[in-house]
């Protein structure tokens, strides 16, 4: 049983246009969640968190959403680059049980 | 540097042998965790160790057995039990205080068994 859905195994956008990347949730216990980008062969690395009493956090080019009673949350990329091609994973933590989606293969074309 | 260490990084195994990954860290984290990638599956949670001498499974536990003897390590057997452990292997560490952390992974074990 998946309790983090990422539905869109891929998505392409052009350079310089935005980048939307979505994720649902099935447990209501899940209290912080977190964006992690993924290089082929590497370990993926951290991108951008949100705790549950906020639905906004923004870092830079990076944005993700939350909303509670959907159970959904995004993460948005603005403007894409080239260099932002890589596998996304949608983690949600509760108590330190972190659990992840299945991931999206953003590619952004030059 | 701090960091993870996972190791070996490529590792093939017969059918039937028990195999152990090994995972350490000098981040000071208390929590530390294996997951297992599989084309088109996403990180599966095998199990995770919040503190020393105690752990958890996760989704996919059967076949697989862990200890925490130290803070620093983490070791993972794959036994003769998993039915598919060709796979690669993720380890991680979590940092921050109860809750709000996020993961540090290792480079990954890619193991295959022939």
């Known amino acids: 049983d998946q309790q983090v859905k990422q539905n869109s195994p891929s998505l392409s956008v052009q350079e310089g246009r935005i980048s939307i990347l979505n994720c649902d949730y099935t447990?209501?216990?899940?209290?912080?969640f977190l964006w992690y980008k993924k290089y082929p062969a590497e370990g993926p690395t951290f991108l951008i968190s949100?705790?549950?009493?906020?639905d906004k956090n923004e870092d830079g080019r990076f944005t993700v959403f939350l909303n509670k009673s959907a159970k959904h949350l995004s993460l948005h990329i603005v403007p894409s680059q080239p260099g932002d091609s890589a596998v996304y994973f949608c983690?949600?933590?509760?108590?330190?049980?972190?659990?992840f989606g299945a991931g999206t293969r953003l590619t952004v074309k030059p | 540097d701090g960091g993870i260490t996972q190791s070996p990084k490529y590792l093939f195994r017969k059918e039937g042998q028990n195999v152990t990954l090994s995972c350490e860290q000098n981040?000071?984290?208390?929590?530390m965790y294996w997951y297992r990638q599989d084309p088109g599956q996403g990180l599966r949670l095998i199990y995770y160790?919040?503190?020393?001498?105690?752990?958890q499974k996760g989704d996919i536990a059967e076949g697989y057995s862990v200890s925490r003897e130290k803070k620093e390590s983490f070791p993972l057997t794959v036994t003769s039990a998993q039915k598919n452990p060709t796979a690669f292997y993720l380890c991680?560490?979590?940092?921050?205080?109860?809750?709000?952390?996020?993961?540090?992974f290792g480079e990954g074990s890619r193991l295959t068994v022939l």
């Open positions: 983690a949600a933590s509760a108590n330190n049980d972190m659990r």
């Open positions: 447990n209501s216990m899940f209290d912080y």
């Open positions: 949100i705790s549950s009493i906020k």
């Open positions: 981040l000071n984290h208390d929590a």
């Open positions: 160790s919040q503190i020393v001498n105690d752990f």
């Open positions: 991680a560490s979590l940092s921050g205080g109860q809750r709000t952390g996020e993961l540090f």
